[in-house]
């Protein structure tokens, strides 16, 4: 049995954030996570590190947080964040006829944009500015005519599943042990204080009891759920939040829409794709069988057409969803909830040594995760200071190699070359050694995203990736414009070598990373995406034989 100062649950951006910070205040550190690192909300958002300029009038200090701490996030992980300027167009309510209430509108959010400027400097974001029709159209002639003008602001993209893959790691090197696929199935009781877990391995089936002196519960949704294993209660309100993922670029700037019930919704440039975003909702069900519907999807792509009509022209390649952690409130309406954060100590609760995290956003992790360990440093007689606004992650250390030398220099396409700088970093040359020291791993395995096989064994070797899905979130495997038809096969055969699987458990992998492809497929299957599944059923189901032992297709 191992002894710990804190046990973590829960492998999203707070846990691996908590994880990291505490490891590196030293503090002997255990993460462990039942699926994998942004498996659940925080690879299910809408992957932006934004100011929350929606909460500017009810939780201001929301907005000042997020904005604090995407300045942060960008010193610490400079190659994971794009900039996003963001056009807010407005439309008449009656064609060519702007009432007085519509022009006021319009003043209005120019009033509202210009509060937010007071945070930009924090973010390292432009203040806003006011375009006439004219000058809108100029920027993005997509946009449909007649419009009052808009406003413009700036955000910042990222990549959920790198960000949190990033923390993890860094958390390891500085002493922490890390486990994924790994559940929590009891609590150990020292009398009421709670002083341990007992831990199964998803994977091999073997469970093992590991002693700590706090335990954090960092689950998000199934936070209420750990917390029972406690005997104690936690309660929050979850939202349901649906996106699709179109199979190109619309625009280069991103678009506020407005949907048929008033709701904003918005279109945004994301790497070679675009992100439609995002419903919500209250959700009552399982958090571990989440699926999308097909009127969720139509909301979304009625609510952009409104404004963009060019939307309906593109393929969208998959749907998917995640359930926000909200904090519970009984009344306000599901967009109108509070996006702060609550941090509980159990202790007045009768479970001493065992805290939760819920609710906060993406863009304020780092803060919060710093509350938490202060939290927790104090309770364990630590007194050291939080670094982890200082300490760069992984591939934050240097600027990225620009891509043109990568390309020349390690023989991979200059796309290729580009992905792996943005995804890598500073990194990005350790990746590409090991196609020098391997030539066979130079190939691509993933033309669509630019994922050469070296990239694979590198997340193989040094993040945590234990399956094809794994991969998928540390290296956007399958998430290109073909979903899988061409990368889960050659893919499947490296991790046959790498983890020497023998070939039916290779056919698995394949096969599982296909079908969790199917999930985000199913709810928009029609026309060229439709034409697309059968390409890809009829590649590895039909042909290749793949799925049951009889060769039956999926499911």
């Not at 519509?102 to 390292?124: C, S, T, V």
């Not at 796309?415 to 990005?428: C, D, N, P, T, V």
Request: one cysteine or more.
């Amino acid at each position: 049995m191992r002894d710990y100062d804190l046990l973590v649950i829960g492998g999203g951006v707070n846990g691996t954030g908590i994880a990291r910070d505490a490891a590196m205040r030293g503090l002997k550190t255990l993460l462990v996570e039942k699926k994998d690192f942004a498996a659940g909300s925080s690879g299910a958002n809408s992957g932006m590190i934004h100011g929350g300029i929606r909460y500017l009038m009810t939780d201001p200090q929301v907005t000042r947080l997020s904005c604090l701490d995407s300045g942060y996030i960008q010193k610490i992980a400079p190659h994971l964040l794009f900039r996003i300027p963001f056009l807010y167009p407005v439309q008449p309510s009656r064609p060519g006829q702007p009432s007085l209430k519509d022009r006021a509108f319009l003043y209005g959010a120019d009033i509202y944009f210009e509060a937010y400027d007071r945070y930009q400097p924090l973010k390292n974001g432009k203040a806003h500015t006011r375009l006439t029709d004219e000058e809108l159209h100029e920027l993005e002639p997509g946009v449909v005519a007649g419009t009052m003008g808009a406003v413009t602001m700036d955000e910042y993209g990222i990549d959920p599943f790198r960000l949190c893959t990033l923390n993890a790691r860094s958390a390891k090197a500085h002493g922490a042990d890390v486990r994924n696929h790994t559940q929590v199935t009891r609590f150990v009781r020292d009398g009421a204080a709670v002083t341990g877990a007992e831990l199964l391995d998803l994977r091999s089936g073997k469970a093992d009891e590991v002693r700590a002196r706090v335990v954090f519960n960092a689950g998000g949704p199934w936070a209420p759920r750990i917390a029972a294993l406690a005997g104690v209660e936690v309660k929050i309100r979850p939202g349901k939040g649906v996106h699709v993922t179109l199979d190109r670029r619309l625009s280069n700037y991103g678009i506020i829409c407005k949907a048929i019930d008033g709701r904003d919704v918005f279109v945004m440039p994301h790497e070679d794709s675009s992100i439609i975003g995002t419903t919500d909702d209250d959700f009552y069900g399982d958090p571990d069988d989440l699926f999308v519907t097909q009127d969720e999807v139509q909301y979304l792509l009625q609510a952009v057409e409104h404004t963009f009509p060019a939307v309906r022209k593109a393929r969208v390649l998959r749907a998917w969803a995640g359930i926000r952690p909200t904090l519970y409130a009984y009344g306000p309406l599901e967009d109108a909830l509070s996006r702060d954060h609550a941090i509980y100590d159990h202790e007045k609760d009768g479970a001493p040594g065992f805290f939760s995290i819920v609710g906060g956003k993406l863009a304020s992790f780092r803060a919060m995760a710093e509350e938490a360990v202060d939290l927790v440093a104090r309770r364990l007689g630590n007194s050291a200071a939080c670094t982890t606004h200082r300490v760069p992650l992984p591939g934050g250390e240097a600027p990225a190699p620009p891509a043109e030398t990568l390309s020349r220099e390690h023989a991979v396409t200059a796309f290729a070359a580009a992905r792996i700088s943005y995804r890598h970093g500073a990194e990005a040359e350790e990746v590409l050694q090991l196609a020098e020291q391997e030539p066979e791993l130079r190939a691509m395995a993933c033309p669509c995203e630019g994922v050469a096989f070296a990239e694979l064994a590198f997340s193989l070797r040094n993040e945590f990736a234990e399956s094809l899905t794994d991969l998928r979130r540390r290296c956007r495997l399958a998430m290109g414009i073909c979903q899988g038809a061409r990368c889960a096969g050659p893919a499947a055969a490296l991790m046959s070598e790498e983890r020497l699987l023998s070939t039916q458990a290779a056919l698995a992998e394949a096969t599982a990373l296909l079908d969790e492809r199917w999930r985000g497929n199913r709810p928009v299957l029609s026309g060229e995406g439709l034409a697309q599944a059968e390409l890809l059923q009829g590649t590895y189901f039909t042909t290749g034989a793949l799925g049951s032992p009889r060769g039956k297709p999926w499911r």
